[in-house]
């Protein structure tokens, strides 16, 4: 996992709740983007942090938002949660010494009920 | 059409045998490919990466990028139980650390 952490292992929570994940990349990394894995799928972009700004977004609403701090680590907060949230949210790392290599956390599998 | 696109799986092989898993993607501005390993219910984890057209190699592993017919390849050779698990293909766009976008995923399974 190139030493990039990720909280906490697992959730659960029921629709309509707010939801906070946290992920803190290793020194060298400052750059970090968050990813959603439903089942059986691929990552899908979520956004990007650079400099404590969010660069870049992909399509999701904006119940999804974000901070980074100026240590690089970085939350990911999910309000007004629907079933179909539940997925496993990766965050990867890069920038630094890694100029394209992007390395994931162990990621934060959430469940909605 | 999909932006990557990658071969259904699953798929299962003998130990020993060399594997092909094979990717296309849509956009003629992707610049640099990755290819992840993800073991289940673990983060992925970068195995290769490549930028240019031609043949990559680490170890068993060999990336394969054929950008005029956009096509991704990563062959394993020697496949051992271990490298059982869920490869996803990814491009990236121009620039440092762009969104990557993943294919589906391929399910490998290396029967001992």
């Known amino acids: 996992d190139a030493g990039v952490t990720q909280s906490p292992t697992h959730l659960i929570k029921t629709r309509g709740q707010q939801v906070t994940l946290r992920c803190s990349p290793k020194?060298?990394?400052?750059?970090v983007s968050w990813y959603q894995q439903a089942l059986g799928q691929g990552p899908q972009f979520i956004f990007q942090y650079y400099e404590e700004e969010e660069r870049q977004r992909g399509n999701f609403p904006d119940r999804f938002s974000g901070h980074q701090y100026p240590n690089y680590s970085s939350e990911l907060n999910v309000n007004a949660l629907l079933l179909g949230d539940s997925a496993l949210y990766l965050c990867a790392v890069g920038g630094g010494t890694s100029y394209n290599e992007q390395f994931f956390g162990p990621g934060t599998r959430l469940t909605v009920l | 059409q999909k932006e990557v696109e990658q071969d259904p799986g699953p798929l299962s092989v003998p130990e020993g045998a060399i594997v092909s898993l094979n990717c296309t993607y849509s956009?003629?501005?992707?610049?640099?490919f990755m290819w992840y390993r993800q073991y289940s219910r673990k983060g992925p984890e970068l195995l290769m990466y490549?930028?240019?057209?031609g043949n990559k190699e680490d170890g068993r592993f060999t990336a394969q990028v054929d950008k005029s017919s956009k096509y991704i390849s990563l062959f394993i050779r020697d496949s051992q139980p271990s490298d059982s698990a869920t490869y996803l293909c990814a491009r990236g766009d121009t620039g440092a650390n762009s969104k990557l976008t993943f294919g589906k995923g391929i399910t490998l399974s290396v029967r001992p």
């Open positions: 956009n003629s501005a992707f610049q640099y």
């Open positions: 020194s060298g990394h400052d750059t």
């Open positions: 490549t930028y240019s057209s």
